[in-house]
């Protein structure tokens, strides 16, 4: 396998377009000759189809919910970022990449980094036309605030709701589309295989989730647009149906898969509250605006928050990162949050928890103001907790989140199999290491508003692959695979529950490839994950039949996959000799706990390719080079 | 603490249902409603039996997939929250209770609890967006909107689609879905434009998917986790009297 990131030449700023010139294009009148497959329709799957079907492409999108507008892009809290500088506070389109950059730890793309921080300020001005109710200053223009690993106002909001309202923005092309025929929208359809011929992505296989019905679906090219792979921890803030899936599968079948080994671990999560919990709740970052971080400078010390004077709190991060402060990145937030609760400070019945402290905001702002800003998630707070952040502080702990991970895709988001593009949060491109806060939302609608469209043009005009239809035999290769193994499942008829193999799946994963990882652990779950995928074929039980609706058939699909891609997560983890973002090996640190990077060998894109069941993988390297943003240790001090 | 619950059970669309009892043991009052479920079910899986199929997926009340009718009312007893956000301790020990899907003619049962709301996106497509596409989009702020519309839209844009106010309606109708629909772009100067032909065409699609009219019982209301007021059935209803009396005759939106 040769990785060809295919940058165009150029300086930075003129590369994409120089590219757009030098794609290929598809004659108007010639479009509606092709058929695009979309699987997913989050942030990213919805604008690539609505967009692709508005050039004239013919589209076919699937989505795994009962609603386009419902896949977890849905979620997404504090906003997006756009370098418009309309705050006049300094910031451009060149601040932004660097500032991505940076964040990701340099373990991103510069050519794809650079790309996105362009596009950005073309997605607000997309999102205003479609009716998107952006937060608003009085004289009527658009409202800013700041987040984590920026020092500039760049962020757009809707509330506590911005990816609800993007989604429903982009939702709402889509069915502007499906309307006219454009796109065929298939919900509660779910992609279990993908088919190649000659080696070019020609079409998929997907289950009927209301009445098991297998069927194969043919087209010109395939996208990817099915999110990230945090439920591998079993416990995080995604929705409990997001899943490896697809993009798995599409690794099984030849795509690459980088970076699998680089989790966000989100500081700002409410914490666990028992063995019961099947999820956790994500508390805006936007919280950390106005919210102070602290935990008692004294281990033990279980006093009540509010009994406890100023001067025996320990403000850790506006300590350690006095320029950030409570807005320092992600990752490094995180790692901090734990480091304090090994110390024995923690807070709370677990003793894994900090607090995040508004009495300060409120006696500066008012609670108004303070209601006004971040209602929403207060209430969600008391909801869970059944505490009053108006009143006591809230406790927070970090949880799995994101993925910067995903199969490997070139400047053109195609994947190493021809015809297969990646989007969004299910591609490995824009975030290296560590994903800055509010960059997921622009990425993944700037690769399928204003990148893909172009992107994909050039492949269906030079690929010129024959037509196939779903009679091929690949096509009915892969559909027999899919019932195989679906039979399979339901033929174990064992004792154990599919959510115990993926509870302890996740357990280990936490513990072993969490926030900290060290080689020995990893190496303990490397040796724990195949016994583990073993006692699932052999002592699973999945109850009903394929031909109905069937949720313990669709979990256990997911949790098989997600027992073969943990070994691959970890692996990937043992190999990476270094730390960075995300990625925290206890072995590189320094004397106060900071992440060391070892760029003389692992300033690459780790891209994996399947060999087979019981093959080890390969590792192939994409090396990254630093042309604009030098490499430097990264501090927030 | 132990609840008995009452659960609707229905292998499919053409067979009859019924209600089914479970003990629900070792319940914590920090558990979510549907924890609690997870757990009845893992007890049912071990046994070999088959779970309680119910819609779900984000828990944290903005993905709209959630849909149980709790002791009669859509998601439970508390106001504003989805079913997924409501936690036991709203509960106490020996309660019973019942639960059942999101009934109405236009969301047929596809198993269990688990109903099709595919009618919602329908109406959606008759005329729930502004028929701009990608590209060409003047400057974010080249089009200023007054922070007073723009809250007022964005009031109405957090619906998140999950159909309660059609569970609670009598006449299972969807006004107050689509009131949120049109009450969002009616804010915006942007969705001004389209006006006429989005709230005829949405209503007209409302009745055309078998939903009921509205006859202000405002059980809608009552039930939307979002708390969505009915204000915005008010402003559809002038959207599309205006649309009637003002407008231009204008063709249905093409199939």
């Known amino acids: ?637 | 603490m132990k609840l008995k619950l009452k659960v609707w059970r229905q292998k499919n669309g053409d067979t009859p249902g019924k209600m089914v009892d479970y003990i629900a043991d070792d319940v914590s009052p920090d558990m979510s409603f549907l924890e609690m479920l997870d757990v009845v079910n893992e007890g049912l899986e071990s046994k070999g039996d088959e779970p309680i199929a119910f819609d779900h997926d984000c828990r944290e009340g903005i993905c709209g997939m959630c849909s149980l009718v709790i002791d009669g009312q859509a998601h439970g007893p508390l106001g504003g929250v989805t079913a997924c956000q409501l936690h036991m301790r709203s509960f106490k020990d020996g309660d019973e209770v019942t639960i059942e899907p999101f009934r109405a003619g236009a969301f047929p049962v596809i198993k269990d609890l688990v109903v099709n709301r595919g009618a919602l996106d329908k109406i959606v497509a008759a005329g729930g967006y502004i028929s701009v596409n990608t590209g060409g989009a003047p400057d974010g702020n080249a089009i200023p909107v007054s922070k007073t519309e723009a809250d007022l839209s964005m009031d109405a844009a957090a619906c998140i689609g999950c159909g309660a106010c059609v569970a609670a309606c009598p006449n299972a109708s969807a006004m107050l879905f689509v009131g949120a629909q049109i009450s969002k772009y009616k804010h915006l100067p942007q969705g001004r434009v389209e006006r006429h032909t989005r709230a005829r065409n949405m209503i007209a699609e409302m009745d055309a998917q078998g939903f009921g009219g509205c006859t202000n019982h405002r059980e809608c209301e009552a039930v939307c986790p979002k708390e969505i007021p009915v204000r915005v059935i008010a402003e559809a209803y002038r959207e599309y009297a205006r649309a009637s009396v003002g407008g231009k005759p204008v063709p249905a939106a093409k199939k």
């Open chain 1, 1 to 637: 396998m040769k990785l060809d990131s295919k940058i165009p030449s150029g300086p930075i700023e003129k590369k994409w377009d120089n590219h757009r010139f030098e794609v290929k294009l598809v004659n108007p009148a010639n479009k509606r000759k092709f058929r695009v497959i979309v699987v997913g329709s989050g942030l990213a799957g919805a604008s690539a189809a609505a967009t692709l079907s508005e050039l004239g492409y013919v589209v076919d999108c699937f989505a795994f919910q009962d609603s386009p507008r419902r896949a977890h892009s849905i979620a997404a809290q504090g906003g997006i970022n756009a370098a418009k500088n309309y705050q006049n506070d300094g910031d451009s389109i060149y601040r932004l990449f660097y500032d991505t950059v940076k964040g990701g730890d340099f373990r991103s793309r510069e050519a794809n980094v650079y790309r996105l921080a362009q596009v950005s300020v073309n997605i607000i001005d997309q999102c205003v036309a479609q009716g998107v109710p952006f937060a608003r200053e009085y004289g009527g223009t658009l409202a800013n605030r700041s987040f984590g690993g920026a020092q500039v106002s760049r962020t757009f909001y809707a509330r506590g709701q911005t990816g609800q309202q993007l989604l429903l923005g982009a939702y709402s092309a889509l069915e502007k589309q499906i309307a006219k025929g454009a796109v065929r929208m298939h919900s509660r359809h779910e992609m279990l295989e993908l088919v190649t011929v000659d080696g070019h992505a020609r079409g998929i296989v997907t289950r009927d989730l209301t009445n098991g019905k297998i069927e194969p679906w043919a087209a010109d090219a395939v996208i990817l647009a099915t999110g990230g792979y945090s439920p591998v921890f079993f416990l995080s803030t995604n929705a409990t149906g997001c899943n490896v899936t697809a993009t798995w599968r599409a690794y099984k079948k030849g795509a690459a898969f980088a970076n699998p080994c680089y989790t966000q671990i989100h500081p700002t999560c409410i914490p666990v509250q028992g063995d019961h919990q099947s999820k956790l709740t994500l508390m805006s970052e936007s919280l950390r605006n106005d919210g102070r971080i602290w935990v008692p400078k004294k281990a033990g010390d279980t006093r009540p928050p509010n009994q406890i004077p100023p001067d025996e709190r320990d403000y850790y991060l506006e300590r350690k990162y006095p320029s950030f402060g409570n807005l320092s990145p992600r990752d490094i937030s995180s790692r901090a949050a734990k480091q304090v609760c090994d110390e024995g400070r923690g807070v709370g019945p677990t003793g894994q928890g900090v607090y995040l402290d508004f009495a300060d905001a409120i006696k500066r702002l008012g609670e108004g103001v303070v209601r006004d800003r971040y209602g929403n998630l207060f209430q969600m707070y008391e909801q869970i907790t059944g505490e009053n952040p108006y009143q006591v502080p809230m406790r927070i702990f970090p949880a799995p989140h994101y993925t910067m991970g995903g199969l490997w895709v070139d400047y053109n988001l195609m994947s190493t199999i021809p015809g297969l593009h990646v989007l969004g949060e299910a591609n490995f491109s824009d975030h290296g290491a560590n994903r800055l806060g509010a960059s997921a939302l622009m990425q993944g609608l700037a690769d399928g508003y204003f990148v893909i469209p172009y992107t994909i043009g050039h492949y269906l005009a030079s690929a010129k692959q024959p037509a196939v239809t779903t009679d091929h035999p690949e096509f009915k290769r892969a559909t027999e695979a899919v019932t195989s193994k679906i039979n399979r499942l339901l033929s174990v008829k064992g004792k154990r529950t599919i959510t115990s193999f993926h509870r302890e799946l996740g357990r280990l994963l936490w513990d072993k490839c969490g926030m900290a990882r060290n080689e020995k652990g990893l190496k303990e779950a490397l040796a724990r994950i195949p016994e583990l995928r073993n006692e699932f074929w052999e002592n699973v039980s999945v109850t009903g039949e394929n031909e109905e609706l069937n949720q313990a058939l669709e979990r256990a699909g997911r949790v098989a996959d997600f027992l073969e891609f943990g070994e691959l997560l970890v692996q990937d983890a043992l190999e990476r000799e270094e730390s960075c973002g995300g990625h925290f090996r206890e072995e590189y640190q320094t004397e106060d706990g900071e992440a060391v990077r070892n760029d003389e060998k692992f300033a690459h894109v780790a891209a994996w390719e399947y060999q087979g069941p019981d093959k080890a993988p390969i590792r192939h390297k994409e090396e990254l080079e630093f042309e604009n943003v030098h490499l430097a240790t990264r501090s927030y001090k």
